[in-house]
């Protein structure tokens, strides 16, 4: 019982850190897979792959160096020195990512749900303190929670568009989209999952504690399978609707709105959990960090921490992600491409000290 709690508890943790607004809109679907046309499938697998992959080699490495934290996994994969500005630069991203979940809560109740924006982003951030007054055990909780509603309602919604639902896209749609370069959807389905997966890191590090080697391995390549599932429901979802999805910033709630209004009301709670849960990981990830560097306690830096996004939260959600999320993709290949390659030598010591162990 104790392994399935603690794999269980790693799958939430992965999916509430990669799930969030983004994933939820459709938009990194339209973006990322659905440009690649008939293409885009095979680019979902590719991620499918990658997140189980990555996850997994994640976990080893933790598990291997009793790692429960990022900054120690940063240490571990680029050096002291390296990792102090990786530090640094993730916890501009963590602040700057949780600004962004703000004030996308604000755009959600503004125009969505006919509320003043300030009460989306006042609602979010005070959640975001209660989950997480008591830390990572809050953190554990809030993602145990929430993550299987959403996950639940994703996969209600998505799947019956994805299969139930009859619409075919116009034939010339194709013309209307950005041509690709030729392998460009597996350019894209890399660029996707590095993007991602420096939140995740962040949050999956911090699991390392909860359960064994094992369940950390088969954690990571559950929650990354998890992952692909979705996002292959929302790619064979949103590619009915082409191109009139290319039109929307949030085009999973125009699908939804296809279904039955009830089904756009039950997408925009969906959206909302998943910028919550979001929001949670940014918010955990850089009070502590912020503890870090000032001494004070982690109650403190965590109320510091949300008042201060506040300011940045009123700014407008779309000019936010477009200058900030294309940087956050950046750092996270530089992190994937050196955790390969340490789990490569780490993994080839192992099996070479294996094997002359037995001679």
Known sequence: MNRIKSRFSLVMGYLGAVVGAGFASGQETVQFFVSHGKLGIKGCLLAMFLFACCGALLMYIAHLH???????????LLGEKHSKIFDLLIAVFLFLGLSIMLSASGAIFSEHLSQPKEAGILIAALLAALFLCSGKNGLVKSFNILVPVKLACLLIITGYAALVVKNEPIAAYTALIIPQPE???IIA???YVAYNFALAMVILTEYQSLGSRRDGIWGGILGGTILGILIVFNYLALIKFMPMVLHYEVPMLYVAGFISPIGKVVYTLVLWVGILTTAIANAYGFAQRFCHFTGISYGLSLVLTLILALPIAWQSFSVLVSKVYPLFGLLGIIILLVL????????????KAAFFKVD
């Open 340 to 351: 390969v390659a340490k789990a490569g030598r780490e993994i080839g010591a192992e099996i």
């Open 183 to 185: 392998g460009g959807w």
């Open 189 to 191: 389905s890399i660029l």
């Open 66 to 76: 009793k790692i429960n934290s990022y900054q120690d996994m940063l240490k571990e």
